[in-house]
Each structure stands twice: as structure tokens, then as C-alpha cells.
């Protein structure tokens, strides 16, 4: 019997798909393909396409022969800057995909969606923690809810299944993303050291020692293949969440050790604002420490990294849906942050 499963991971260079990959390219069971605008290198058994999803003729020019997909995992995001305007590109983009592959993949077996703590409100202000799989949804407009419901419908009385997969802030290396946590402390950290400022905590005071929850991305790559593969997981969601809570009050000063500086106390400073003259001063410290050759743009999650600091409420989910399923990895928060930090360093993203 022929064990060899081909994924579709849709969304490739994010900060999600990409940790993704990497994963699926560790097992010997699975082929893969990427899917982007940018598209990238094709290597082994990983394969890359450059698509554009909003176009529907340009999907159906390039996915029309991907016959031997069995696995499709959504992570592509396009944004947008306000809530509405969120739906119409992301629903759109969902269903050029299904709609260029199920008439063709013949073997499909599953479609996993990427969702995350916006299925409970957590971007709109405080919400019931920790939230759960079964908690309502609210008065839309909210794009998770229509990509969910476009699948649900499209599953019924199909061979495959669907997962939704929900994580929290996710914490991974990727460039060229629009939320990215950890890249946007380490440059921003890296910029105090070069200008002999302490790391000042740059959020609302009132965010300092909420309690908050992380997703590391290779841990969330292993759920996600999990969810994927075990049947027991049809057609169901889970909150996926590294299993440890965190107060940037006692983070923070760990991240500033990791970079040899004092801790500050907070001070609402838009990095949006602060950032946007700085470009200069990331290519001093660039040439200064050899650095690789990425734009400060590629660089630059700060609009997303000002929306976490300003969250003066508690942002947590309840992730042991997916332990009773059989998922028990765990990642400690800590640990994760350093590990992605000492990655980038080993990348030459930052000194
Ligand atoms: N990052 C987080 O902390 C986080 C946390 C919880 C939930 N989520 C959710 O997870 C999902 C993925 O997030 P992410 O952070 O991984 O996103 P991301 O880093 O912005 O990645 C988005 C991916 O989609 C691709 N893409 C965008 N427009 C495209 C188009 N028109 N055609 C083809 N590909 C396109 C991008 O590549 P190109 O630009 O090359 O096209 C990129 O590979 C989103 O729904 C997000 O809300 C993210």
C-alpha cells in the first residue's frame, strides 16, 4: 500500500507555513508543496509554486494538475487594515484553492484550516479566558468564521475531513511577515543595545502583567500534522497553545538579559511610529556585524507587535481539547524565545 502522503501547504513563506514545512520535511511519509506569491526553492521532496490565490484564473492555471495532493493545510493570510476589509480577500483566497484542487485530488483526504484566538474576539478586547472550542461566536464581521463555514459546507457528504487549528501569538523564524512576534522584539532589542538604551517594554502599562499565551511554530507544525492524520480529529478544532502562561513583567526581564541589557519599565511607545525612521540605523548595525542582506522591511512586524503590547487583558485559550485527543507535546515559553533568538542570531538576522 502506498503510505506517502502530499501535502499542500498553502501559505508557505508565512511565519506557520514555513515552520510547517520544515517539519513535513523531516518525515520520510510526506511529499510537499508550497504555495506563495513570492514562490521559493524547490529541493528534495518539497516542491514550490508561485500563485497568486487572489486570481482565480492564475489558481486554476497553476493548481489545475496537483492530482496527487491527499492533504491540503491552509496558512495564507492577506491584510488588511480593518476588520471587514479582512474577509472578502481571505474567504476568496480559501476558495481558489479548494475549487482549483478537490475537483482534481482525487485522493484528498483532509483540509486543515489556520485559525487563532480571533474565532473568540481576543483582537477586539477582553474576552472569556481561557476560551474554548465550544465558546459562541460573536456578531460578525470576522473572516476566521466565514473561511470555517465555506469548509464545513464544502465537507458535507465529501470522503475528506477538515481541522481547524487555533493558535495562539505564534513564535518561529520566518522574514517578510506581517506578524512576527520575536523578530520584532530581537530587532528591537538589538536597536536599544546599538543606541545603550535599556530594553524598555514598549506596551500599554495595563499589558505588563496580563497573562498571555504562545504558540511556538514547531510545535504547532507537529499538532497540526497530527490533526490532520488522526481520525479522531475529524472535522473538529483545537486550541493549540505551547501549555505554559506568561506575564511579560517577569518575560521581559529575561529577553533583556538575553540581550545583555537592563530591563525598563513600560512605556506606551508606538513602534509603528518610532520604527519608521530607522531603516539607517538597521543598516549601520547590519554592515557593523555582518549581517545577512534583508531589507529592514522583511524585517518589520511592528504594527502587529504594537497590537500584542497593547492587549491590557488576559489572552489565553484552553488547550486540553487536544490533549484528550491524544496531542501532548509542550514547549516552555521561555526557552522558546531563546531558542528562536539564539536562530536568528545563527541566521545572521541580528547581532
Ligand atoms: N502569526 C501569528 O502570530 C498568528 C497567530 C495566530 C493565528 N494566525 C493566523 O494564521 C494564519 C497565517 O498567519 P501567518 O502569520 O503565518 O501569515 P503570514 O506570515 O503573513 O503568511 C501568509 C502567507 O500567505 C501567502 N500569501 C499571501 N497572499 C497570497 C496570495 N494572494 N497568493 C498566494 N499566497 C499568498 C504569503 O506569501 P506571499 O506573500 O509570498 O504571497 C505567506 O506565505 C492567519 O490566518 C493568521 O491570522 C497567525
Redesign the pocket.
Known amino acids: 500500500m502506498d503510505t506517502q502522503k502530499v501535502a499542500l501547504v498553502v501559505?508557505?513563506?508565512?511565519?506557520?507555513?514555513c515552520n510547517l514545512i520544515a517539519h513535513l520535511r523531516d518525515q520520510d511519509d510526506w511529499n510537499v508543496v508550497g504555495?506563495?506569491?513570492?514562490g521559493g526553492e524547490s529541493a528534495g521532496r518539497t516542491q514550490h509554486i508561485a500563485?497568486?490565490?487572489?486570481d482565480k484564473e492564475d489558481a486554476r492555471a497553476k493548481l489545475g494538475g496537483l492530482r496527487q495532493v491527499t492533504h491540503i493545510f491552509y496558512?495564507?493570510?492577506?491584510?488588511r487594515p480593518t476588520w471587514a476589509e479582512l474577509v472578502a480577500p481571505n474567504l476568496a483566497?480559501l476558495v481558489n484553492t479548494l475549487e482549483s484542487i478537490e475537483p482534481v485530488a482525487g485522493n484528498l483526504q483532509h483540509v486543515s484550516l489556520?485559525?487563532?484566538?480571533?474565532v473568540y474576539g481576543g483582537h477586539l478586547g477582553p474576552f472569556k479566558t481561557p476560551a474554548r472550542e465550544t465558546d459562541a461566536h460573536f456578531m460578525p464581521p470576522e473572516f476566521m468564521f466565514d473561511q470555517q463555514t465555506y469548509l464545513e459546507n464544502r465537507q458535507q457528504g465529501k470522503p475528506w475531513s477538515w481541522s481547524g487549528i487555533r493558535?495562539?501569538?505564534?513564535g518561529g523564524f520566518?522574514l517578510g511577515?506581517?506578524?512576527?512576534?520575536a523578530l520584532a522584539i530581537a530587532v528591537y532589542a538589538s536597536m536599544s543595545k546599538e543606541l545603550g538604551l535599556p530594553l524598555r517594554f514598549p506596551g500599554k502599562p495595563g499589558s505588563y502583567d496580563k497573562l498571555l499565551e504562545m504558540t511556538d511554530a514547531g510545535l504547532l507544525a507537529k499538532a497540526t500534522a497530527w490533526a490532520a492524520t488522526d481520525p479522531r480529529c475529524a472535522n473538529e478544532a483545537f486550541n493549540i497553545g505551547n501549555g505554559d502562561l506568561f506575564r511579560w513583567s517577569e518575560m521581559w526581564p529575561k529577553i533583556a538579559r538575553y540581550f545583555d541589557l537592563e530591563a525598563a519599565p513600560p512605556l506606551p511607545l508606538s513602534l509603528t511610529s518610532v520604527m519608521a525612521d530607522k531603516a539607517d540605523l538597521w543598516k549601520q548595525i547590519a554592515g557593523k556585524h555582518g549581517l545577512a542582506p534583508h531589507s529592514f522591511t522583511d524585517l518589520s512586524s511592528w504594527e502587529f507587535s504594537d497590537f500584542v503590547f497593547s492587549w491590557d487583558y488576559d489572552m489565553f485559550g484552553d488547550s486540553s481539547k487536544a490533549r484528550r485527543f491524544g496531542f501532548h507535546e509542550y514547549v516552555e515559553t521561555e526557552r522558546m524565545f531563546m531558542d528562536i533568538f539564539d536562530d536568528f542570531r545563527r541566521r545572521k538576522v541580528i547581532p
Open positions: 501559505g508557505a513563506q508565512g511565519v506557520i507555513g504555495l506563495s506569491r513570492r500563485v497568486d490565490l487572489l496558512a495564507a493570510y492577506q491584510h483566497m489556520m485559525q487563532g484566538y480571533k493558535p495562539a501569538v505564534v520566518a511577515n506581517p506578524m512576527n512576534l
